[in-house]
T-cell receptor, first 114, second 111 residues
Framework: QKEVEQNSGPLSVPEGAIASLNCTYS??????FFWYRQYSGKSPELIMS????GDKEDGRFTAQLNKASQYVSLLIRDSQPSDSATYLC??????????????FGRGTQLTVWP | DTAVSQTPKYLVTQMGNDKSIKCEQN?????MYWYKQDSKKFLKIMFS???????INETVPNRFSPKSPDKAHLNLHINSLELGDSAVYFCASSRTHYEQYFGPGTRLTVT
């Protein structure tokens, strides 16, 4: 079983719509959850972090975490063509350790068309 | 102003050679990492390093060796390069348990 799973997409939405990206993880001891955006040929860029159950909003982005269901999602409101990228879900499983290795999903490719 | 930097950006070399990639962060973080992103864009942890504590991921061949001269620097040395080592290598850093910030990556091509 893969540690972190995402729909590979591609996910295509029109400009102004809500894009919904989903991620599930296998290890119940996972503590921290992150969403990264990666443009082609560039490095991953952190856009959201979430540590407790519920919703966390930052501008047009909302991260949702449900530890009981082992599920984390990212909503992008008012999607813009500049949001077109690959979105990577990452999970930190190193509970009690100083070494926070991240385990990534394979990413969801998002295209926002004008 | 760069937070996490890596050199070189591109590295082309032949099989069997030994090469190093350097990473530096000016964020004052105490933990640094190496990740490998393969041709299918899958990003995988290789090492994490907090002061003198090194965690080696079990899938990394021992031809790969990280070295950290101080908290701001983490280098990656690769011996006897193989074709399968071709990938983009990313350095990252963080405060313990917090968000990780990635460098621009080093694209390694082994011919």
């Amino acid at each position: 079983q893969k540690e972190v799973e995402q729909n590979s997409g591609p996910l295509s939405v029109p400009e102004g719509a809500i894009a919904s990206l989903n991620c599930t993880y296998s290890d119940r001891v996972s503590q921290s959850f992150f969403w990264y955006r990666q443009y082609s040929g560039k490095s991953p860029e952190l856009i959201m972090s979430i540590y407790s159950n519920g919703d966390k909003e930052d501008g047009r982005f909302t991260a949702q975490l449900n530890k009981a269901s082992q599920y984390v999602s990212l909503l992008i409101r008012d999607s813009q063509p500049s949001d077109s990228a690959t979105y990577l879900c990452a999970v930190n499983r190193d509970r009690g350790s100083t070494l926070g290795r991240l385990y990534f999903g394979r990413g969801t490719q998002l295209t926002v068309w004008p | 102003d760069t937070a996490v930097s890596q050199t070189p950006k591109y590295l082309v070399t032949q099989m069997g050679n030994d090469k190093s990639i350097k990473c530096e962060q000016n964020l004052g973080h105490d933990t640094m990492y190496w990740y490998k992103q393969d041709s299918k864009k899958f990003l995988k942890i290789m090492f994490s390093y907090n002061n003198k504590e090194l965690i080696i991921n079990e899938t990394v061949p021992n031809r790969f060796s990280p070295k950290s001269p101080d908290k701001a620097h983490l280098n990656l040395h690769i011996n006897s390069l193989e074709l399968g080592d071709s990938a983009v290598y990313f350095c990252a850093s963080s405060r313990t348990h917090y968000e990780q910030y990635f460098g621009p990556g080093t694209r390694l091509t082994v011919t």
